[in-house]
Each structure stands twice: as structure tokens, then as C-alpha cells.
């Protein structure tokens, strides 16, 4: 019985090196910064690779939290940059015709939040009215929904507060 020679080392290629993408904030930064800037129609490719990376994070969340009823926060840059909060019980669907229709007016979605699911439409449309009424103490309405130069964290503490208290109430009303 013959043993087998042995097997000629191959060559050492090295792997291609993908470059890593730039970090979130670097994006909704320079996104922004466009955006205020006046951007024309068609928004350019990075405000548009930005809003497409936020969205892949909401249809992540979504996948991960389960179903219900959600107050949305968006982060809108423009020529008056702006805050949204709004609810849904189809937030990856409502979102994405927001972009639609933002982007025909040259804003563009930078950021978005969807809280935890609520069950009951009474429950979510009280975390909204809540949301808005927090809301409209500190920042200058542009309509029920839409704040003027508004900070986004302190949009999406309004609104997972809001949808808390609520979530609270539903527990001790079953108990």
C-alpha cells in the first residue's frame, strides 16, 4: 500500500477587502446638511441611500417587535426641517409613503422611531394626543402632527412615554 504524495501548498490570495459602510450618524449628517442646503428634484443618491438605510432599520424593528398599533417619530430635513409623529397600525407602509411624498417637495427622512406595539386603537390615539400635546408646550406646530425645528429625542421620549403610560393602563385595567 502506497501512500497518497503530499498536496503542493497552494498560493496565499488574499480576500477582497470591503470597506466598511460609514457610520449612521456620518450619513443623517451629510443628508442633512444637503437637504438644508436646497437640495433639487431628484434628491441626490446620498440623501436617498441614507432613507433607505433608515428604513431597513424600521422594517428590522418592525420584524423584531411583533404587531399593533405604533406611534411613528420622523426626523424631516428641508428648508424647515421638522418632526412627525403619527400613528399606524402599518408603520413600514405609512413611513415609506411619507418619504414618497416628502421627496416630492425636496425633504428627505433622516431619522425615524416606532415605539412598542399597542393593541387598541383608543389606547394608541390617547399616546398620540399625549405625544402632541408634550410636543406642542416646547416646539412651534406646523399642523397637529408636524413640529418646527423640533428635537428628535425629545420627540421619540414623548412618544415611548406616552405609549407607556398607556401600556400601564391597559395592565392594571386587566388586573
Known amino acids: ?5 503530499p498536496m503542493p501548498l497552494q498560493p496565499f490570495i488574499p480576500l477582497p477587502i470591503f470597506p466598511a459602510p460609514p457610520p449612521f450618524q456620518q450619513t443623517k449628517e451629510e443628508a442633512e446638511a444637503i437637504l438644508l442646503s436646497g437640495a433639487g428634484a431628484p ?6 441611500r441614507h432613507q433607505q438605510r433608515v428604513l431597513t432599520h424600521v422594517r428590522d424593528v418592525l420584524a423584531s417587535t411583533g404587531t399593533g398599533h405604533r ?3 420622523l426626523e424631516i430635513a428641508g428648508p424647515i426641517p421638522r418632526i412627525k409623529i403619527g ?4 408603520p413600514r ?3 415609506r409613503a411619507h418619504v414618497h411624498e416628502m421627496n416630492s417637495y425636496q425633504y428627505g427622512l433622516i431619522d425615524a422611531h416606532v415605539t412598542d406595539p399597542v393593541d387598541d386603537l ?4 390617547q399616546a398620540e394626543n399625549e405625544a402632541h400635546t408634550g410636543m406642542g408646550k416646547r416646539y412651534e406646530r406646523i399642523n397637529q402632527e408636524l413640529f418646527r425645528d423640533a428635537d428628535f429625542l425629545y420627540a421619540t421620549l414623548w412618544a415611548d412615554v406616552a405609549v407607556m403610560v398607556q401600556l ?4 392594571e385595567d386587566t388586573e
Open 168 to 171: 400601564n393602563r391597559l395592565h
Open 71 to 73: 406611534l411613528c417619530v
Open 43 to 48: 434628491l441626490p443618491p446620498a440623501v436617498r
Open 87 to 90: 400613528r399606524s397600525n402599518d
Open 93 to 95: 407602509a405609512r413611513i
Open 1 to 5: 500500500m502506497t501512500t497518497p504524495p
Open 122 to 125: 383608543f389606547s394608541i390615539t
